[in-house]
């Protein structure tokens, strides 16, 4: 099998999807207090700015900038993905006798790999950020981009980004690794 390489611009900006392996789980978004600490953590020793993001109940989409000297986004959702799943074995969530699938740090709970886009442009960043924000409608979970507590949207609504009603009907087409 070839070895996939990723891109390793440091101090760019990046679009992310990243799945769980059974895909009708809801493990993200009843467990989000769990992510978050677990995104702060990772934040504080490697620092990386969130510019968008959406948790849905078993997949997530990011826009992530990097420190301008770091390109290391795998190291980030390495450790994201490892303490998640390490919180929720420590809580009797997961059951560790079968989560287990290779060595110590892989478990069954995440897909292994995931899709990343280096963003190009102005024009690139605000198209990955709208399919971020409409994403909860595109996936039925929603019949607004408001309504769905989970994401960046509401930031860019309080920062006069976008309105409220953004995110009623329509949305962006394009591919972004589903």
């Known amino acids: 099998m070839p070895r996939y390489i990723r891109a390793a611009t440091p101090g760019a900006t990046y679009f992310f999807t990243v799945t769980l392996q059974?895909?009708?789980?809801?493990?993200?978004?009843?467990?989000?207090?769990?992510?978050?600490?677990?995104?702060?953590l990772t934040k504080a020793k490697h620092p990386f700015h969130i510019d968008a993001m959406?948790?849905?109940?078993?997949?997530?989409?990011a826009v992530w900038t990097l420190p301008e000297d770091d390109a290391n986004f795998p190291l980030r959702w390495l450790l994201i993905k490892r303490r998640f799943t390490r919180q929720l074995l420590c809580d009797?969530?997961?059951?560790?006798?079968?989560s287990r699938r290779r060595g110590d740090t892989e478990r069954a709970l995440w897909n292994?790999?995931?899709?990343?886009?280096?963003?190009?442009?102005?024009?690139?960043f605000g198209h990955h950020v709208d399919?971020?924000?409409?994403?909860?409608?595109?996936?039925?979970?929603v019949t607004r981009a408001a309504d769905w507590p989970h994401s960046s949207f509401h930031r860019y609504v309080r920062q006069g980004l976008l309105r409220a009603d953004w995110g009623l009907a329509?949305?962006?087409e394009?591919?972004?690794g589903e």
């Open 112 to 124: 292994r790999r995931y899709w990343e886009h280096q963003i190009r442009d102005d024009d690139d």
């Open 92 to 98: 009797g969530v997961l059951d560790a006798s079968s």
């Open 174 to 176: 394009g591919r972004y």
């Open 131 to 141: 399919y971020i924000h409409y994403n909860p409608v595109k996936h039925g979970l």
């Open 54 to 61: 959406v948790v849905l109940p078993e997949h997530l989409h």
């Open 22 to 40: 059974d895909r009708q789980s809801r493990w993200l978004t009843e467990h989000i207090g769990i992510l978050r600490r677990c995104l702060a």
């Open 170 to 172: 329509g949305g962006r």
